[in-house]
């Protein structure tokens, strides 16, 4: 039967092998790389939308703590309090502009009582690595504008600590505001802040993410090629297979012999003709003829 190579063990390892790669593709991979397109347009759009907009009160933007998601990270919020200098945290082993840097979070009281993290800005290591000496926080109460962003997540869910290495300040890995929270016992809310330039406490400022689309959308699309190139090969190889001589027949048509093979087939029919001669001398061998193959 033509089908019968269908159901061989190397070949239903291929089909297996191939339409998992081909779902694999089209289910994991491609939504993915969508999904971090969908990503990137939206934060464009925020950022975007940001530069114009005029900063708007915390309880407008993200009422009632709300935690900030994709559609309020970047905007621009206003709001009144005093710095709690004492529950400071240093976020280490960043890299802002290609270089190395620490990040200065202090959380900041407002006058409704409330308390939010604020990313002050920018400290670059000192010549042994460590933090620097750097402008502390106002004291008193101050009027700052800076951006909602989202917390960050350590995938080892490390806590922040104080160390002989840290001279006694509290460090962290990540800006996350529930590190902090944990860490200093204050009860911050959800997500963190980055002030604005120019800003009462501020630091070198964080530079802005750019406005590029990046490379997603065509990763994604690629990911769909892939996995139809693979099914189309499939389909390929198993209607070549289908057909007289394929591969995986068990019954295989007979070469067809190479001058060579002809030639040293002919020598041995000349030798074996010699050695079987009469010795009449009558023999075509004899004569200096050799026997003609036909």
């Given at each position: 039967?033509?089908?019968k190579?269908?159901?061989?063990?190397?070949w239903?390892?291929?089909?297996?092998?191939?339409?998992?790669?081909?779902?694999?593709?089209y289910?994991?991979?491609?939504?993915?790389?969508?999904?971090?397109?969908?990503?990137?347009?939206?934060?464009?759009?925020?950022?975007?939308?940001?530069?114009?907009?005029?900063?708007?009160?915390?309880?407008?933007?993200?009422?009632?703590?709300?935690?900030?998601?994709e559609?309020?990270?970047?905007?621009?919020?206003?709001?009144?309090?005093?710095?709690?200098?004492d529950?400071?945290?240093?976020a280490?082993?960043?890299?802002?502009?290609?270089?190395?840097?620490?990040?200065?979070?202090t959380?900041?009281?407002?006058?409704?009582?409330?308390?939010?993290?604020?990313?002050?800005?920018?400290?670059?290591?000192?010549?042994?690595?460590?933090?620097?000496a750097?402008?502390?926080?106002?004291?008193?109460?101050?009027t700052?504008?800076?951006?909602?962003?989202?917390?960050?997540?350590?995938?080892?869910?490390r806590?922040?600590?104080?160390?002989?290495s840290?001279?006694?300040?509290?460090?962290?890995y990540?800006?996350?505001?529930?590190?902090?929270?944990?860490?200093?016992?204050?009860?911050?809310?959800?997500?963190?802040?980055?002030?604005?330039?120019?800003?009462?406490?501020?630091?070198?400022?964080?530079?802005?993410?750019?406005?590029?689309?990046?490379?997603?959308?065509?990763?994604?699309?690629?990911?769909i090629?892939?996995?139809?190139?693979?099914?189309?090969?499939?389909?390929?190889?198993?209607?070549?297979?289908?057909k007289?001589?394929?591969?995986?027949?068990?019954?295989?048509?007979?070469?067809?012999?190479?001058?060579?093979?002809?030639?040293?087939?002919?020598?041995?029919?000349?030798a074996?003709?010699?050695?079987?001669?009469?010795?009449?001398?009558?023999?075509?061998?004899?004569e200096?003829?050799?026997?003609?193959?036909?």
């Amino acid at each position: 039967m033509r089908f019968k190579f269908l159901f061989r063990p190397s070949w239903l390892a291929l089909t297996l092998v191939v339409f998992a790669f081909a779902a694999i593709c089209y289910t994991l991979l491609a939504p993915w790389q969508f999904s971090r397109d969908n990503e990137r347009e939206t934060q464009n759009a925020a950022l975007s939308a940001s530069f114009t907009a005029e900063p708007r009160s915390l309880e407008a933007v993200l009422p009632g703590g709300a935690v900030p998601t994709e559609a309020t990270q970047w905007d621009r919020v206003t709001f009144t309090g005093t710095y709690l200098g004492d529950a400071e945290v240093i976020a280490r082993l960043r890299t802002v502009l290609g270089e190395p840097a620490f990040e200065v979070l202090t959380p900041l009281r407002t006058t409704d009582g409330q308390i939010v993290l604020v990313d002050r800005g920018v400290v670059r290591p000192d010549d042994r690595t460590r933090v620097p000496a750097y402008a502390p926080p106002p004291a008193g109460e101050v009027t700052v504008v800076a951006r909602v962003r989202m917390d960050e997540t350590d995938p080892k869910a490390r806590d922040a600590f104080a160390d002989e290495s840290t001279d006694g300040r509290l460090h962290s890995y990540t800006v996350d505001s529930r590190v902090v929270a944990r860490a200093t016992g204050l009860p911050i809310r959800p997500g963190y802040f980055q002030l604005d330039v120019e800003q009462p406490g501020g630091l070198e400022p964080l530079p802005l993410p750019k406005l590029e689309a990046g490379p997603f959308f065509s990763y994604a699309l690629q990911w769909i090629a892939f996995g139809t190139m693979a099914v189309l090969g499939w389909l390929y190889f198993t209607v070549r297979e289908l057909k007289p001589g394929g591969a995986l027949a068990s019954e295989r048509p007979e070469r067809r012999k190479s001058v060579a093979q002809m030639l040293a087939e002919d020598e041995e029919d000349y030798a074996r003709t010699a050695e079987t001669s009469p010795p009449d001398g009558r023999s075509e061998v004899s004569e200096g003829k050799r026997p003609l193959r036909t």
